[in-house]
């Protein structure tokens, strides 16, 4: 949940000198464009001073409101998300099952792959991506082949109170699942997707970054482009 409270701190400190649009700090020596926004008691409606302005008429640090982040709306739509139904959700640190899964996937410009086992069989799968699907970014594809195949796993009853182990190639993919969020607004949902699995199965979750050469020494960066003989 704290990745999804980012947002709201933007918002908040975002009228400070020295931020951008989406509320982060800019590099020094860049001043911000945005003005401030200040009641008008005589007039009765709002108006937008420059920081010097707001601090000679109000004779205070910080405004009585502040603009909405864009980063805000996200947030509050994910955790809507996060927090519904009637009861809280339990968050699982320790699975209760002896036996873990391990999950590999990879995605190449025209294909996907991947594959996972367990103590007693391996199950892969591969595909071609349609036109539309080959136009997106490299870590879209990635990120979404990954999560597509734990919905699928989900959907097929073997992830609820499991530990698996998901390893990727792509570093975005891995630091947005611990960071919690992304420049890129289609990796961030694609993210939001994958915490609302381990929710509702109560799996725990382990993403881990590996080289591009173990990928293709275990045969998953073959099957993303068609070769079941790779590895």
Same mark, same amino acid.
């Given at each position: 949940?704290?990745?999804?409270?980012?947002? =709201?701190?933007?918002?908040?400190?975002?009228?400070?000198?020295?931020?951008?649009?989406?509320?982060?700090?800019?590099?020094?020596?860049?001043?911000?464009?945005?003005?401030?926004?200040?009641?008008?008691?005589?007039?009765?409606?709002?108006?937008?001073?420059?920081?010097?302005?707001?601090?000679?008429?109000?004779?205070?640090?910080?405004?009585?409101?502040?603009?909405?982040?864009?980063?805000?709306?996200?947030?509050?739509?994910?955790?809507?998300?996060? =927090?519904?139904?009637?009861?809280?959700?339990?968050?699982?640190?320790?699975?209760?099952?002896?036996?873990?899964?391990?999950?590999?996937?990879?995605?190449?410009?025209?294909?996907?792959?991947?594959?996972?086992?367990?103590?007693?069989?391996?199950?892969?799968?591969?595909?071609?991506?349609?036109?539309?699907?080959?136009?997106?970014?490299?870590?879209?594809?990635?990120?979404?082949?990954?999560?597509?195949?734990?919905?699928?796993?989900?959907?097929?009853?073997?992830?609820?109170?499991?530990?698996?182990?998901?390893?990727?190639?792509?570093?975005?993919?891995?630091?947005?699942?611990?960071?919690?969020?992304?420049?890129?607004? $289609?990796?961030?949902?694609?993210?939001?997707?994958?915490?609302?699995?381990?929710?509702?199965?109560?799996?725990?979750?382990?993403?881990?970054?590996?080289?591009?050469?173990?990928? $293709?020494?275990?045969?998953?960066?073959?099957?993303?482009?068609?070769?079941?003989?790779?590895?």
């Amino acid at each position: 949940m704290p990745p999804y409270l980012k947002g =709201l701190h933007l918002t908040i400190d975002g009228w400070r000198p020295g931020r951008d649009e989406e509320g982060f700090k800019l590099k020094e020596g860049v001043r911000r464009k945005r003005p401030y926004i200040a009641w008008e008691w005589e007039l009765e409606y709002l108006v937008d001073l420059t920081p010097e302005e707001f601090a000679k008429r109000m004779g205070c640090e910080g405004p009585d409101r502040v603009f909405p982040v864009e980063r805000l709306r996200r947030d509050i739509d994910a955790l809507t998300q996060l =927090l519904s139904g009637e009861s809280p959700s339990i968050t699982v640190v320790r699975s209760g099952s002896y036996f873990s899964f391990y999950l590999m996937g990879d995605a190449s410009g025209k294909g996907f792959g991947s594959a996972y086992w367990d103590q007693s069989d391996l199950y892969w799968e591969s595909g071609h991506y349609g036109p539309k699907m080959q136009e997106e970014s490299s870590n879209f594809r990635e990120a979404d082949n990954l999560v597509r195949r734990l919905e699928k796993m989900e959907e097929e009853g073997i992830l609820a109170d499991k530990e698996i182990f998901v390893f990727t190639d792509n570093s975005t993919f891995e630091g947005t699942f611990y960071k919690g969020h992304s420049t890129s607004e $289609k990796i961030c949902d694609i993210i939001l997707r994958l915490r609302l699995v381990q929710q509702r199965t109560g799996c725990v979750l382990h993403v881990t970054h590996v080289a591009g050469t173990r990928m $293709k020494e275990a045969g998953i960066d073959g099957l993303s482009r068609g070769d079941l003989l790779e590895g």
